[in-house]
């Protein structure tokens, strides 16, 4: 007999990626490229004059001011918590619980559910059309239905890449009572950000990663754009003290990289076009993608044998055949060069 945990928790099987040994690791969209080495220099050396026996700044002050300046916003209205993981986790405690309820579009990222779950609060799947976008047609009776005082939307969306028309976005907070929350967790890839829309809405929170275009996935930084009504709450139900002093200073220090963080966006998505157009001349079905990813569907072929026979030359991309709504699809992350290249060989020659 084990003390029994709280009920509702349930369990999470299969949703972590497979950790299989691989030479080409295309399977959870973090960025191929480690983060510039001077910076990583200038950082180690300054963790050598921080007070490591003070408590951080509890506030994250100065990474508060640069990532408001960074989004031109006033630093009232950002939030930064452990990765955006975090940063939805706190949106949970804050707004969610045992009397609230949660939507989303599905397919979509799994933590909406899982932190949901975690929070005691209720999840309420609101299904997407048949080509995995946001059905607008039949948004409002949607919502009404699934009557949720918290929705959450992925816009690029994972696993699928696509992006959501902002109109759209824009309706789903047109009722000041629900919070909608963004999670442009691949913003950067996209030529569209809800972020110049936070200032005007009192229920509108955009959340953004270091993990993915910053190559910082090892770090766990990540923070939300919301009305400083709203953010002040969520600074609320943070553990006191939540990110440790070299990780402020990292985060810090990254965004005075902008424009090499933006030379390797426009990298991966010259990359990424390329891939997409090797795929169209494979018997595979894909769709369109403003991310670092594609979600693809081989045609007549098993994608769960077509994923191990992969792993066996080396390469692991994300199996997701088995989930609903997404039978007999892959991921890939977009690599480098010659991950792609070795990527689109092994698969030209699987499906030849
Ligand atoms: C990768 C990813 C994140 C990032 O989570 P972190 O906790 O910041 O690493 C958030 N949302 C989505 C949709 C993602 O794919």
Request: aromatic share 8%; with cysteine; hydrophobic share 40%.
């Amino acid at each position: 007999m084990s003390p029994k945990p709280r009920s509702g928790l349930g369990v999470f099987e299969g949703y972590h990626s497979a950790q299989v040994p691989a030479t080409v690791r295309l399977n959870t969209n973090e960025s191929p490229f480690p983060p510039p080495s001077y910076l990583l220099s200038r950082w180690s050396e300054a963790v050598q004059d921080l007070s490591l026996n003070r408590y951080p700044d509890r506030q994250a002050t100065m990474l508060r001011q640069a990532i408001a300046r960074f989004h031109k916003v006033e630093p009232e209205m950002v939030f930064v918590a452990n990765g955006s993981n975090e940063v939805i986790q706190s949106i949970l405690l804050a707004y969610g619980g045992s009397e609230a309820k949660a939507a989303s579009f599905e397919p979509t990222y799994a933590m909406y559910e899982t932190i949901s779950r975690v929070t005691a609060t209720r999840y309420v799947p609101i299904e997407r059309g048949a080509d995995l976008r946001i059905d607008a047609s039949r948004l409002e009776p949607d919502l009404a239905a699934a009557a949720a005082s918290l929705v959450f939307v992925c816009s690029p969306n994972n696993p699928t890449g696509m992006a959501e028309d902002p109109s759209l976005l824009s309706r789903l907070a047109a009722d000041p009572e629900r919070l909608v929350v963004v999670d442009e967790a691949y913003g950067q890839f996209s030529p569209q950000s809800m972020v110049p829309e936070v200032a005007s809405r009192s229920n509108l929170v955009v959340v953004r990663t270091f993990s993915k275009v910053w190559s910082l996935a090892g770090m766990r930084i990540g923070y939300a754009i919301a009305p400083p009504e709203v953010a002040e709450v969520l600074w609320k139900v943070a553990l006191p003290y939540h990110l440790d002093s070299s990780k402020q200073l990292l985060a810090l220090y990254s965004l005075e990289y902008v424009s090499e963080m933006e030379e390797r966006v426009a990298q991966l998505v010259a990359e990424r076009e390329h891939m997409a157009q090797r795929l169209s001349d494979l018997p595979v079905e894909q769709w369109p993608s403003a991310a670092n990813f594609i979600l693809f569907r081989p045609r007549d072929r098993d994608a769960g044998r077509l994923w191990e026979q992969l792993v066996e030359r080396g390469i692991l991309v994300r199996d997701w055949s088995k989930w609903p709504r997404l039978e007999n699809c892959l991921r890939v992350t977009i690599g480098t060069e010659s991950e792609n290249r070795a990527f689109l060989d092994a698969l030209e020659e699987l499906l030849a």
